[in-house]
């Protein structure tokens, strides 16, 4: 991999990750009907699954049942995730492609990188070894749902600092309107877009937008 002007002055990066390091956001809407089909009896409509996003686990299972309690719900969001771990072995899902490349580049060149995920612990750690990310990155710099993040402006933040980043001059990989708004509210001037498809709009605040980690080598 070359080194491209998109790196100059960047002392670190952090990256999002579904959506971003892998596409998975189908395994998503199969494991969300699978748990809707415990629930209701019935399988999510396309008009359902839609929306589904931007919303987490327990709005999710509240809607499609309001008299389930507390513990019940959580019970049926680690079901959900579990489901979704299980398709992601089963569909021998990958890292998005050039990933391996772009990782292998930034270790030899000492520039340090980590993951801001809204996924919970259960999938970052699910994650670290299926993915063998520990072969790049320090597991303990990963920032997550821990139950303490309102939204992701603070999560950011905290990365870069687990990298020793300031946030003026760390890049930020995101997929999602939300998470580049909160990256833009946190204080990162380097954002980069990941598309889902070559007709997605570009969002505002981006310094470029790309499909997939190919196109920076």
């Known amino acids: ?17 579904n959506g971003t390091l892998v596409f998975d956001a189908h395994l998503h809407v199969l494991s969300w009907s699978e748990i809707s089909l415990m629930l209701t009896g019935k399988e999510m409509s396309e008009e359902e699954n839609r929306q589904l996003s931007g919303k987490n686990n327990a709005v999710i299972i509240q ?6 309690t507390p513990e019940q719900n959580k019970e049926y969001s680690l079901k959900k995730e579990a489901v979704y771990r299980k398709m992601v072995v089963e569909q021998n899902l990958p890292l998005v492609p050039g990933t391996i490349d772009l990782f292998d580049y930034l270790k030899q060149n000492n520039i340090p990188f980590t993951i801001a ?3 919970i612990k259960e999938n970052i750690d699910f994650f670290v070894e299926y993915f063998h990310l520990s072969n790049w990155m320090n597991p303990e710099n990963i920032r997550y749902d821990d139950g303490t993040y309102a939204d992701k402006i603070q999560m950011f933040k905290d990365a870069a600092a687990a990298i020793g980043s300031p946030v003026e001059s760390t890049l930020i990989f995101e997929d999602s309107p939300t998470g580049i ?13 990941i598309k889902k498809d070559k007709n997605s709009p570009s969002i505002d605040h981006t310094k470029m937008s790309i499909l997939d980690f190919t196109e920076l080598q």
């Not at 809607?63 to 389930?68: N, S």
């Not at 990256?183 to 001037?189: I, P, V």
């Open 63 to 68: 809607m499609m049942r309001p008299e389930l």
């Open 1 to 17: 991999m070359n080194k491209k002007n998109w790196l100059d002055g960047i002392t670190g990066i952090v990256f999002d990750f």
């Open 181 to 193: 708004r909160c990256a833009h509210e946190a204080g990162f001037k380097h954002i980069i877009q």
């Open 117 to 119: 995920s809204a996924s």
